[in-house]
């Protein structure tokens, strides 16, 4: 890196430091001229200034000039000009790369987006494939100041390859509040996934802290660049387990100038009922497999009847007769078609009122349209329709299934075993719907019955953070999201920790309806210090046998701590907080869920302040008390790991409490202390 002197005109950093300068003035000067413009002359209502008005506020947030958000962080000296249409309008040879565009006065480019075709070299040229760059500079900023550089100069062949210091020191930053956007470093690996193409699926299978979320957010970002007017169009979802996760990550995003992208997750996606209960975990696995897409679709057609007494139409003194074959036919063709239910349903009264117009047009009239629409409307024809294809409320239709053991038997025939029925029914009914014990698992078969009713709107683009949790049943919800859409998919085979996670990707994207996804493999760790991820990595082999271990891009020695404390453990856990509190950044005591109480009365008495993951820290409180079972997708500096044996035992089998374990072990970005006084899990001990 270079450090400053104090010649203006021959130091290299006081020049960098002056086109800042000059960025944000421009920067300051399309702030004004959006400011100034005058509506009166160009709207003509109000609703259409009001409308305009908006749009312009909205531009004037977008152009804020943040101080703690380096306006550029990288430079590209290539060695040939490169073409306008790929440098955003600019001609030239070296552009500045930042998060937003930036232009001057007469319109050239100060900095260029990340995003743009341009920029692309920036994280993916390299030695052996210099894509015509000649120079890569990394810039470093302290609290909003440019002070330092860094040069590759990638077609010089004396120059060694050398690890950068800053991506190190980006890394290494104390994590204090939410999560932080990676866009001046992101990796080549990464940056395939980030710019994949918007057509195909892409499902990503990384171990922690490989950047799967990072990069799926920043992947949305780079969508909604390339695709902007048909994702503002279509929409874009990202999905996560839990709201504590999605607080965490909600503001990557908006950093990247990203606001109208909508988080949920599954269950929120799914809440068509007040979920009031929780199924035991095998209720669950049944009702999450994909068998019961089957069982729902049979449930749906159950009330279908055919008719056993033709359809009379009266019409002014004329009567019509639609006898009964061919009102049998009209309806078994429209069973055989892949329609949805609640749409034949609704053409159903049309196509026997087109029967009867063929009546009449044999009988000398001449009948329009307009008289096939009245016809459907007659009493006698929307008489057929309710007892031969009766409406079907999702719901109520779900409500009966699990409460009705012969309609569960007749749906399921074939399909699920009689003791498979049985875990399937609910044990207590509620007396009504509103107050009946839904799970989160009977959401997602409510959400399933619906969309077989109804087709359920599909976005441009979904994407799927810890996806490994997902029953095939809520694979098909997230997938009927994005039938005409992409997705990407991202996850760790190893974290999954729920009865029904994924054995396989394949399987995955299977139930999501995209086959032919690519799976990408991330095995590069941000996260976790070497040390660390080894030691997590011990329980690979009975987690995932398949998977490789992480590697860890910093070598870190003394991160790791484990030490058996037979006696005083708690007070052992509150003083090890106390000493992690003691560096810099955040510090998480991680601990077997059943074992919270406990230990927020220890901290709470020993006066440590301490938060819960839904809440952010912040410079005051910078300890988190984290149930095990909230602990994915979340780090911290410092981790304090509560008795493993805990963690594995409050699963309900040793392969998820491992999974859950190995979680709380990758949580660590700087140092992992375990404390345990009862004997460690075998594949941990010592070898
Ligand atoms: N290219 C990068 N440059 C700097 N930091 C990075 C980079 N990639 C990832 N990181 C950081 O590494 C950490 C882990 O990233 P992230 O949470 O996205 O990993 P993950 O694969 O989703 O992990 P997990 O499986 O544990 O959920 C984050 O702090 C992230 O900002």
Not at 515 to 530: C, D, M, N, Q, S
Request: charged letters at 25%.
């Amino acid at each position: 890196m270079h450090a400053p002197t104090t010649d203006p005109l021959r130091d290299p950093l006081q020049r960098e430091r002056d086109h800042l300068a000059a960025s944000r003035a421009a920067l300051r000067a399309m702030r004004e001229d959006v400011e100034s413009l005058d509506l009166r002359d160009v709207t003509g209502t109000w609703v259409s200034a009001a409308v305009l008005q908006n749009q312009i506020d909205a531009r004037i947030a977008a152009l804020a000039d943040l101080a703690h958000t380096p306006l550029f962080f990288g430079r590209l000296d290539y060695l040939h000009a490169i073409s306008e249409a790929l440098a955003e309008g600019g001609t030239g040879e070296q552009f500045y790369i930042g998060r937003r565009h930036v232009h001057d006065a007469d319109g050239d480019p100060m900095v260029i987006d990340w995003r743009a075709p341009v920029s692309q070299p920036f994280y993916r040229a390299s030695r052996t494939e210099p894509m015509d760059v000649e120079r890569r500079r990394r810039f470093g900023y302290t609290g909003g100041e440019l002070t330092a550089y860094e040069d590759e100069h990638l077609t010089d062949p004396a120059e060694a390859e050398t690890t950068s210091a800053l991506l190190a020191a980006e890394i290494e930053k104390p994590r204090v509040g939410p999560m932080r956007d990676i866009v001046a470093t992101i990796q080549p690996e990464q940056d395939e996934i980030v710019r994949a193409d918007i057509g195909g699926t892409v499902c990503v299978q990384g171990a922690p802290g490989t950047g799967k979320t990072a990069v799926g957010l920043h992947r949305v970002a780079y969508l909604l660049y390339a695709h902007r007017e048909r994702l503002a169009r279509t929409g874009t979802l990202v999905i996560g387990p839990n709201s504590s996760f999605l607080h965490y990550i909600e503001q990557v995003l908006p950093a990247l100038g990203e606001l109208d992208v909508a988080q949920a997750t599954v269950q929120q996606l799914v809440a068509h009922v007040e979920v009031r209960a929780e199924d035991p975990a095998e209720s669950a696995r049944l009702k999450g497999d994909a068998r019961m897409a089957e069982v729902l679709r049979r449930a749906v057609r159950a009330g279908i009847a055919l008719p056993t007494e033709p359809c009379v139409v009266v019409r002014g003194s004329r009567r019509w007769r639609v006898p009964v074959y061919e009102l049998v036919e009209i309806i078994e063709e429209l069973k055989s078609r892949e329609i949805r239910y609640g749409a034949a349903r609704e053409a159903l009264p049309q196509r026997i009122a087109h029967a009867v117009l063929l009546k009449m047009e044999q009988g000398g009239e001449a009948p329009d349209d307009r008289v096939q629409d009245a016809v459907a409307r007659n009493p006698q024809i929307k008489a057929v329709v309710k007892e031969c294809w009766p409406p079907v409320d999702p719901a109520k239709l779900v409500h009966r299934l699990l409460t009705d053991a012969e309609f569960l038997a007749a749906c399921a025939e074939g399909i699920f075993a009689p003791e498979e029925q049985a875990a399937i029914r609910w044990a207590k009914p509620g007396r009504s719907l509103r107050t009946a014990p839904w799970t989160a698992a009977d959401a997602v078969l409510v959400d399933e019955a619906t969309d077989l009713v109804q087709r359920t709107a599909s976005l441009g683009h979904v994407v799927v953070d810890e996806a490994q949790d997902l029953s095939p049943m809520q694979y098909r919800a997230v997938g009927r999201r994005c039938s005409t859409g992409s997705a990407t998919i991202l996850g760790d085979l190893a974290q999954g920790t729920t009865p029904w996670a994924t054995a396989s990707w394949a399987d995955a994207l299977h139930h999501l309806g995209k086959p032919v996804a690519h799976i990408e493999e991330l095995t590069k760790g941000f996260r976790v210090p070497e040390e660390v991820i080894e030691y997590a990595s011990r329980l690979l082999p009975a987690i995932a046998p398949g998977l490789a271990p992480a590697t860890s891009i910093r070598d870190t020695p003394g991160s790791l701590a484990v030490s058996h404390i037979p006696d005083g453990l708690v007070d052992s856990l509150v003083e090890a907080c106390r000493k992690s509190l003691a560096h810099e950044g955040s510090t998480g005591l991680i601990a077997a869920d059943d074992r919270i109480p406990l230990l927020a009365e220890a901290l709470a008495e020993a006066g440590l302040p301490f938060l819960d993951p839904g809440t952010e820290t912040s410079a005051e409180v910078r300890l988190t008390l984290v149930p095990a079972s909230l602990a994915k997708g979340l780090e911290y500096d410092y981790v304090v790991l509560d008795e493993p044996a805990a963690v594995v035992a409050g699963e309900p089998d040793e392969r998820t409490g491992l999974r859950r374990l190995y979680v709380a072990l990758t949580r660590a970005v700087s140092g992992l202390t375990v404390l345990h006084a009862e004997p460690l899990p075998e594949q941990l001990r010592a070898r």
